[in-house]
């Protein structure tokens, strides 16, 4: 396989990446403003991946999050079962450890996942949470639906965290829309990347 290079070096200016089994190709971008969410609608595409770039609360101390919709987006409320955990490291140093959180799972749960561990996402000048998700298979409508996620954010409290989730969507119809937002609050700034996989 031949590697590419990506001579913009920018992924907010990506639009389209070769890869061995198909092409990921832009699909949908959005840039929050003070929004109350961020929703995208999908279609046929084998897989999607959003990117996050510098996804910055207006709250204090919140949670990153997602939920998907198999109506269009007239209800979030997708079934999902799902396990998170997470590393950081104190800013100052000297806390610092690799951990499982039982807060961030959810148990056959219809409510909106959390992407960031401990949601703890802090709204400081500085602060803001960059990751990707990656949906597998959505319009299948056989199988229940993975996904896994990995972000990186600033916390309230001065750590540097890496938090990772996976889980399924346990559904057998089609998923066909995306919402994402803050646990409490507006998101302030940032921007959502959506990518289809041929």
């Known amino acids: 396989m031949a590697l590419t290079k990506l001579n913009n070096k920018a992924v907010a200016n990506v639009t389209s990446i070769p890869v061995a089994l198909g092409d990921m190709v832009l699909v949908s971008s959005a840039t929050a403003s003070s929004s109350a969410s961020i929703e995208f609608s999908l279609g046929s595409y084998k897989e999607y991946q959003f990117f ?3 996804m910055h609360p207006q709250t204090d101390n919140v949670a990153f999050q997602f939920q998907t919709s198999t109506d269009g987006g007239s209800n979030y409320n997708v079934t999902k079962t799902t396990t998170a955990f997470g590393a950081y490291n104190y800013e100052g140093g000297g806390s610092y450890a690799l951990n499982y959180d039982g807060s961030g799972d959810l148990a056959q749960g219809t409510g909106y996942q959390q992407l960031n561990d401990n949601g703890a ?4 000048n500085d602060e803001s949470l960059s990751g990707f998700l990656h949906l597998f298979s959505p319009s299948d409508t056989t199988f229940v639906k993975h996904f896994v996620g990995t972000v990186q954010y600033y916390e309230t409290g001065n750590y540097s965290v890496n938090s990772f989730v996976a889980g399924y969507g346990n ?4 998923i066909n829309a995306v919402d994402f937002k803050m646990s409490s609050g507006n998101i302030d700034a940032g921007t959502i990347q959506m990518f289809g996989i041929l």
């Not at 996402?121 to 400081?124: A, K, R, T």
């Not at 559904?171 to 089609?174: H, N, R, V």
């Open 52 to 54: 996050f770039v510098n």
């Open 121 to 124: 996402l802090g709204n400081g």
């Open 171 to 174: 559904t057998t119809s089609a």
